[in-house]
């Protein structure tokens, strides 16, 4: 398996690279916003026309494919960048992204973007980083997708979101992200269904709980396993 350094590194936000210098001054291009649970921030298919840099909540990036199935490509948040990379080719919107509960943004046209990273060549340094590590995990969960059965690639994405969006509590790590049993599926690759299934599973043998408040993952050390392919 991946060192747990090596999986997150797309999950260092875009924001903590940069030299306080740079990141006053890209912030100062941008104009503050406030989105709603919901919410859409970037539309899939739509023309790049800015950037939108998340300073507080949660957002969720969803790829829709023609037959109507919603992927869950990655959770962004505080410090993340969203719609960069169709900025910097010009080419449409891959994803939507979506607010999870309210978020505090700051959104940047396209073309004061293209212009800051031209006069910081050391925050377009970054940007190039930040994209490549994010090809690289997507890379690795395409891998894993056909590598793996859907039982482990949902025991793997669980301990991720413990470790990005878990709350210690007294029973177990609480999930914070609020996703569906559609949209664990999505970033799964599986249907509904199998995931239900599973997560039925998981709670009969005491794994995971479901309460109004979320998921609570009761043994970690058990999803491990599973994620390693043991019973």
Same mark, same amino acid.
């Given at each position: 398996?991946?060192? #747990?350094?090596? *999986?997150?590194?797309?999950?260092?936000?875009?924001?903590?690279?940069?030299?306080? #210098?740079?990141? $006053?001054?890209?912030?100062?291009?941008?104009?503050?916003?406030?989105?709603?649970?919901?919410?859409?921030?970037?539309?899939?298919?739509?023309?790049?026309?800015?950037? $939108?840099?998340?300073?507080?909540?949660?957002?969720?990036?969803?790829? &829709?494919?023609?037959?109507?199935?919603?992927?869950?490509?990655?959770? *962004?948040?505080?410090?993340?960048?969203?719609?960069?990379?169709?900025?910097?080719?010009? *080419?449409?919107?891959? %994803?939507?992204? !979506?607010?999870?509960?309210?978020?505090?943004?700051?959104?940047?046209?396209?073309?004061?973007?293209?212009?800051?990273?031209?006069?910081?060549?050391?925050?377009?340094?970054?940007?190039?980083?930040?994209?490549?590590?994010?090809?690289?995990? &997507?890379?690795?969960? *395409?891998?894993?997708?056909?590598?793996?059965?859907?039982?482990?690639?949902? %025991?793997?994405?669980?301990?991720?979101? &413990?470790?990005?969006?878990?709350?210690?509590? %007294?029973?177990?790590?609480?999930?914070? !992200?609020?996703?569906?049993?559609?949209?664990?599926?999505? !970033?799964?690759? %599986? &249907? #509904?269904?199998?995931? !239900?299934?599973?997560?039925?599973?998981?709670?009969?043998?005491?794994?995971?709980?479901?309460?109004?408040?979320?998921? $609570?993952?009761?043994?970690?050390? #058990?999803?491990?396993?599973?994620?390693?392919?043991?019973?």
């Amino acid at each position: 398996m991946p060192s #747990r350094a090596g *999986r997150l590194d797309d999950q260092v936000p875009f924001l903590a690279r940069l030299e306080t #210098r740079e990141r $006053v001054a890209l912030l100062e291009l941008g104009r503050p916003m406030t989105y709603g649970p919901q919410s859409v921030l970037v539309h899939q298919d739509e023309p790049s026309t800015h950037v $939108v840099i998340i300073l507080g909540g949660w957002t969720k990036v969803t790829h &829709s494919a023609a037959n109507g199935y919603e992927a869950l490509l990655a959770l *962004r948040g505080p410090g993340d960048v969203v719609g960069e990379a169709s900025a910097v080719s010009g *080419r449409p919107r891959s %994803a939507t992204v !979506a607010a999870l509960g309210q978020v505090e943004a700051v959104t940047i046209d396209r073309g004061g973007f293209l212009t800051h990273l031209a006069e910081f060549p050391t925050t377009a340094l970054h940007l190039l980083t930040l994209i490549g590590d994010r090809t690289r995990a &997507s890379d690795r969960r *395409r891998v894993e997708q056909g590598a793996l059965g859907v039982r482990e690639r949902l %025991a793997l994405l669980l301990l991720e979101l &413990s470790r990005t969006h878990g709350v210690q509590e %007294a029973e177990g790590v609480r999930l914070t !992200a609020g996703l569906s049993q559609h949209e664990l599926a999505g !970033a799964v690759g %599986a &249907s #509904r269904e199998a995931v !239900a299934r599973l997560l039925k599973s998981l709670r009969e043998r005491d794994i995971v709980r479901t309460s109004r408040r979320g998921l $609570v993952l009761v043994r970690p050390d #058990r999803l491990r396993r599973m994620g390693g392919g043991e019973a």
